[in-house]
C-alpha cells in the first residue's frame, strides 16, 4: 500500500511529464528532407547547425539557426520557424515565418555544418551543399523572442544610404585575452549596450539609452550626442573597448552587421 505521501509525489511526477514531455516532442517533431548537390536526398529529424551565434542578439535554442548573408546584414533564423531553403549557386532563397507572417529573405547562406538524425545514421553536411531543405509541417506558430533587457531602439544609417530600424541594440566585439592564462590566452567575446570611444588618453564608456547620434568619421573617429545635447569628437578603442559590429533585431529577423557599413546611428526611434 502507498501511503498518502508517496502517492501524492507519483500523481505530481505524473502530470509533471504529461505536461513536459510534449513540449520537448514539438520541439523536435519536425521532418526536413534534405536534397544536396549531389542529388541525395535524405529525410533528418533533430536538425542542428554548428554556427557561432555570440554575435546575434537570441533567446533561443542558437544551435538550431540557420544564417543567412545579405552583402551588408546577417541574419539568424532558427529552424523551428523555416519553412523551405532553395539554394542555387549564385544565392539562396529562404522561406520562413517571421512576427506572425510568412516571408522571404535572399542572400548567401553561411558555410556552417549541419548534424541530425536520418535512417541511416548521424547525419552531417555542409549548408553550402544544401539543393532543396524542406520542413514537413507547419513552422512554429508564435513570435521569436526578443530579449527583455535592454531595449534600445534606433536607425541605422548606412553607408549605402539606407536607413534600417533596429531594436535590442547592442555593440558586438571579439578581443584578444590573457586573463586566467599564465602563458598565452584566447580570443573571446563581448555584446553590450553600451559605446566606449577614446577622448584623449581616457575611455569614455556610455550607456545607449544616454545616447542621441553617433556618427563614424574616417580613421576610427566618432562623434559622439547625448540626449542631454552635449556632444563630445573622439576615437574607436580596441581590445574589449572596441567594436567589430552591432547586433540586434530588425524588419527581417535577427541580425548582425559589421561597423563599415554603418555611417551614424539615431538612438530612440522604436523600431516595430
Not at 522561406?95 to 548521424?122: A, N, P, V
Not at 534606433?154 to 536607413?163: I, K, M, P
Not at 574589449?240 to 530588425?250: A, E, L, N, T
Request: aromatic share 10%; hydrophobic share 35%.
Amino acid at each position: 500500500m502507498l501511503n498518502h505521501k508517496t502517492a501524492s509525489l507519483l500523481t505530481f511526477i505524473a502530470a509533471t511529464l504529461f505536461v513536459v514531455l510534449p513540449v520537448l516532442a514539438e520541439q523536435d517533431s519536425r521532418v526536413a528532407t534534405v536534397e544536396d548537390t549531389a542529388g541525395a536526398s535524405t529525410e533528418v529529424t533533430e536538425l542542428t547547425s554548428a554556427v557561432n551565434t555570440s554575435r546575434y542578439v537570441l533567446d533561443y535554442d542558437s544551435r538550431n539557426c540557420v544564417v543567412v548573408e545579405t552583402g551588408t546584414f546577417e541574419i539568424a533564423l532558427p529552424f523551428q520557424y523555416v519553412v523551405n531553403v532553395v539554394q542555387s549557386k549564385d544565392a539562396a532563397t529562404v522561406t520562413y515565418r517571421w512576427r506572425g507572417k510568412e516571408t522571404t529573405i535572399q542572400g548567401k547562406l553561411k558555410s556552417q555544418y549541419m548534424r541530425g538524425k536520418s535512417d541511416f545514421g548521424d547525419f552531417q553536411m555542409k549548408t553550402d551543399k544544401i539543393r532543396k531543405l524542406a520542413f514537413r509541417g507547419p513552422p512554429a506558430a508564435g513570435r521569436p523572442k526578443r530579449p527583455t533587457e535592454p531595449i534600445v531602439y534606433a536607425t541605422l544609417e548606412l553607408t549605402d544610404g539606407s536607413e534600417v530600424p533596429v531594436a535590442a541594440l547592442q555593440r558586438y566585439v571579439v578581443y584578444y585575452t590573457t586573463a586566467g592564462y599564465l602563458i598565452g590566452g584566447c580570443h573571446t567575446n563581448y555584446s553590450g549596450a553600451d559605446l566606449p570611444f577614446m577622448r584623449g588618453e581616457s575611455t569614455a564608456t556610455v550607456e545607449m539609452k544616454q545616447l542621441s547620434h553617433v556618427e563614424f568619421g574616417p580613421d576610427d573617429t566618432l562623434t559622439v550626442t547625448l540626449t542631454n545635447g552635449k556632444a563630445a569628437a573622439g576615437k574607436l578603442a580596441s581590445g574589449r573597448d572596441g567594436i567589430d559590429g552591432f547586433c540586434g533585431v530588425r524588419d527581417n529577423g535577427h541580425f548582425f552587421i559589421e561597423r563599415k557599413h554603418i555611417k551614424a546611428i539615431r538612438f530612440g526611434k522604436k523600431a516595430e
